[in-house]
């Protein structure tokens, strides 16, 4: 296993919650992150001893190019028994609104990536704050995911990294939050605007939402008893209920964020720019994956992002 450098520029290093990996010039990593035992998986070793599992690819076009991996062979507890049925009657949904939010971002130069990497630090760094606070609220369980922050190729439990037009993607099996910090930027058409690059971290994040209240757990035992329309209606309600997710935090933080009129309007068009086109039928088309991102932030409630209980007419 190669150690953390306390030298950022070495290679490789670690800060703040979660495992964070900077890579340097080698193609590929290793990581070991120990996990509670009651947590998705017991212990993660080189990624490559463990079978490819499940990861929302977040890209240019469409948002999850490539799809989902195979799911995994090793099993994967909940972390918190919610009660009742996790997918409609989750208890994330009894709280009510996500608080104001307030988040201290640097200045961001999408062209250096020494600043996006402090700039998605900093929005990773509130995104804990609020989920966690919101999660005590509900009683529920709560571990901040692990940021692993890309410069090079590399591996993860769910497959390797990048994937073509793949700039971010949450991988359940090690609950890591893979963002590319050069990668992010081309895959956004080289967008100066820092509101493109929050969502995008928000709607990654908002899958670990799901899967600390097991609701990616659910989710994956339905879709694999399912025909393939079936499956492909559940991954959309599941990708358009994190674009809401996305969109609560938004709403919650705003004020802080600056996000105002023109911002929030560049928000709705990059999320309609990595929705479904063509034959894709996985993460909603323009249309839904608006209305969704707008609900959030207009009703910042998880419990208006219920996508499981929506008319399919919503989640096409």
Known sequence: MVSPSPDAGAGFWSERPGFVQRLGLSASFTLCVGLAAVGFTGFLATSEMLAPAQASWSGAHPLGAGGPDPEPTTAEAPLTDTGGDPLLDNALYEVGELGEVTCVVPELDADDPASMEA?????????????????????????????????????????????????????????GLYLGVEDIVSASAGADRPEAYTFLLSHEYGHHVQGQSRMLAEFRSDRAEADPETADELTRRNELQADCLGGVFLGASGASLDLGARERANILDDVARRSDHGAERTHGQASSARLWTEHGMDRRDPAACNTWKADGELVR
């Open 119 to 175: 700039f998605v630090h900093a929005v990773a760094d509130c995104l804990d704050q609020a989920w966690s606070a919101y999660f005590a609220e509900a009683g529920l369980e709560f571990t901040s995911p692990n940021r692993v922050y890309w410069y090079a190729e590399g591996h993860s439990p769910c497959g390797p990294f990048p994937k073509e037009d793949t700039a971010a993607f949450y991988c359940q099996a090690n609950q």
